[in-house]
T-cell receptor, first 113, second 114 residues
Framework: NAGVTQTPKFQVLKTGQSMTLQCAQD?????MYWYRQDPGMGLRLIYY???????DKGEVPNGYNVSRLNKREFSLRLESAAPSQTSVYFC????????????FGPGTRLTVT | GNSVTQMEGPVTLSEEAFLTINCTYT??????LFWYVQYPGEGLQLLLKATKADDKGSNKGFEATYRKETTSFHLEKGSVQVSDSAVYFCALPTASGGSYIPTFGRGTSLIVHP
């Protein structure tokens, strides 16, 4: 049982380049999330998907797009990377409902130069 | 909206010391409360949770009691180990458009010295 997987683990981009971060879960969860984690800022929600076919903005969506490809997969795209997007990105999934915990992937460490 | 306040870190302790990490919350009603732990280089993982007032969550020697009177969910451990060195996050769900989005505290770093 792999849980939540993310690719790649590390990435270096130049300003203006684009890339897609991939996330997949094998727990049959309805909800999936993308966060970024920066020193001293905790976790900030970028986008989430409450169910297949729906996506909603979180706290810091500017500069990002997402696609809920199917129930398993939720990708995050940076169309034109900026140095301010240097961060560690985490994907998470959960069952629907307020008593359910989130399961996190191992993260993608992204550096934009 | 819902919010979580955690004590600032880092918290630095010697092995076998007693640990308390404070967490207080503001919420509508009585939501579930969670503690997550993040070991270096990894994603967050659930440490423990409590789903109603006066519940006590426990795991790996850690405990936290859901206290609605003081709107708190403080994390405690009687004797910490070097392997407990990590960042700890308090969280609660916030209703959003028919689903629930976790609201996380800023995290408290714990450093345990041998």
């Amino acid at each position: 049982n792999a849980g939540v997987t993310q690719t790649p683990k590390f990435q270096v981009l130049k300003t203006g380049q684009s890339m897609t971060l991939q996330c997949a879960q094998d727990m049959n969860h309805n909800s999936m999330y993308w966060y970024r984690q920066d020193p001293g800022m905790g976790l900030r929600l970028i986008y989430y998907s409450a169910s297949e076919g729906t996506t909603d903005k979180g706290e810091v969506p500017n500069g990002y797009n997402v696609s809920r490809l199917n129930k398993r997969e939720f990708s995050l795209r940076l169309e034109s990377a900026a140095p301010s997007q240097t961060s560690v990105y985490f994907c998470a999934s959960s069952e629907t409902g307020e008593v359910h915990e989130q399961y996190f992937g191992p993260g993608t460490r992204l550096t934009v130069t | 909206g819902n919010s979580v306040t955690q004590m600032e870190g880092p918290v630095t302790l010697s092995e076998e010391a007693f640990l308390t990490i404070n967490c207080t919350y503001t919420a509508t009603g009585y939501p579930s409360l969670f503690w997550y732990v993040q070991y270096p280089g990894e994603g967050l993982q659930l440490l423990l949770k409590a789903t109603k007032a006066d519940d006590k969550g426990s795991n790996k020697g850690f405990e936290a009691t859901y206290r609605k009177e003081t709107t708190s969910f403080h994390l405690e451990k009687g004797s910490v180990q070097v392997s407990d060195s990590a960042v700890y996050f308090c969280a609660l769900p916030t209703a959003s458009g028919g689903s629930y989005i976790p609201t996380f505290g800023r995290g408290t770093s714990l450093i345990v010295h041998p």
